[in-house]
């Protein structure tokens, strides 16, 4: 009896050790694949998150082009302004010589536009209108595609100084010309000087006008 006892302890033990073989394994089973969903949806909120910030990167890159274009305009204004040179008067130090061919230039497209003034050219540069039309136009004359475009821009002031400068030379060249060459023209004037002839010329044509300027001048 006693050895059945022990068997049957035994045989007991043994089917007791099965069910224990057959309940763990499951488990083992549940924790991996539970494992597996966590990891998975670990992996796919980072990667959501990684989309996201590249899509908030991109729409930042883009943002200053589309969205908000001043910006854009801004940086090229500033660029542009970097690459433009100082303009330092028309006229060389000794105020005998036009300081360069781009000044020159920049010096006749003034003038051209002083010139096509629907009202006259001395609605532009009369001496009581000068200062007004400089300051009107001032932005125009330095923006892009101005006569003054290469240049940095200055104040009314310091524009209308160089422009006055240059003007008296301008004016000894008219007088030269007129005095020496019977009014004709000749191809040794400079383009810039000859931009002032029309100027001279409504001078003479209104005296009231002629003597102030000279006033001025003479000062």
């Known amino acids: 009896m006693q050895i059945d006892e022990i068997l049957g302890d035994s045989s007991n033990s043994e089917n007791e050790s099965d069910e224990i073989l057959d309940v763990h394994p499951p488990q083992i089973n549940q924790v991996s694949l539970t494992q597996n969903s966590y990891n998975d949806t670990e992996n796919s909120i980072s990667s959501n998150n990684n989309n996201a910030r590249e899509e908030e ?68 540069l009369g001496h009581s209108n000068r200062s007004n039309w400089i300051t009107q ?7 892009a595609g101005g006569p003054l475009d290469l240049f940095r821009p200055v104040s009314t002031e310091v524009l209308q100084r160089h422009l006055k400068r240059a003007e008296t030379l301008a004016h000894s060249i008219y007088d030269s010309h007129h005095s020496s060459q019977g009014g004709e023209d000749h191809e040794d004037i400079p383009d810039w000087a000859r931009s002032f002839f029309q100027y001279f010329e409504a001078l003479n044509n209104n005296p009231t006008s002629n003597q102030r300027v000279l006033g001025v001048r003479n000062e």
Request: proline fraction near 3%.
């Open 57 to 124: 990167i991109r729409l930042t890159n883009q943002q200053p082009r589309n969205a908000h274009p001043i910006f854009a305009n801004l940086r090229n204004q500033a660029s542009r302004s970097s690459q433009r040179i100082r303009l330092g008067g028309f006229l060389d130090a000794m105020g005998r010589n036009i300081r360069s061919t781009a000044h020159g230039t920049a010096l006749t497209g003034l003038m051209q536009l002083a010139s096509g003034n629907e009202n006259g050219i001395l609605s532009s």
């Open 137 to 143: 136009n001032i932005d125009v004359f330095f923006q």
